[in-house]
């Protein structure tokens, strides 16, 4: 199983950024998908996650009306619009899936069972 992540890169605040993770090996469409991010020096934190069928959606309080979390399951691959970057959204990236076929799926970082490598989105100020 691979997700590989791209999209990151170097970006002025009030900007945009799309990243996309694609994964292979895996049935894609029986996996919930999520995105979380690590900062230098910080923890890894959840940003965004969507549930199997793409009609579910739930994010984190700072990145609320401004990121939008989407899939395709036909391209096997998820996505995650940025908009209104932040200099302190700058982080390393990272797409997870778990297998879950919940309808309103709540993500559980200790329960995914893939990870991808990560992609860097740089904001600066």
């Known amino acids: 199983v691979q997700l590989q992540a791209s999209g990151g890169g170097l970006v002025q605040a009030g900007g945009s950024l799309t990243l996309s993770c694609t994964a292979s090996g895996l049935t894609f469409g029986r996996y919930a998908m999520s995105w979380f991010r690590r900062a230098p020096g910080k923890q890894r934190e959840f940003v965004a996650a969507i549930n199997f069928s793409g009609d579910s959606t739930f994010y984190y309080d700072s990145v609320k009306g401004r990121f939008t979390i989407s899939r395709d399951n036909a391209k096997n691959t998820v996505y995650l619009q940025m908009n209104s970057l932040k200099p302190e959204d700058t982080a390393v990236y990272y797409c997870?899936?778990?297998?879950?076929?919940?309808?309103?799926?709540?993500?559980?970082?200790?329960?995914?069972?893939?990870w991808g490598k990560g992609t860097q989105v740089t904001v600066s100020s």
């Open positions: 997870a899936a778990e297998r879950n076929l919940q309808s309103d799926y709540l993500p559980n970082s200790d329960a995914m069972a893939y």
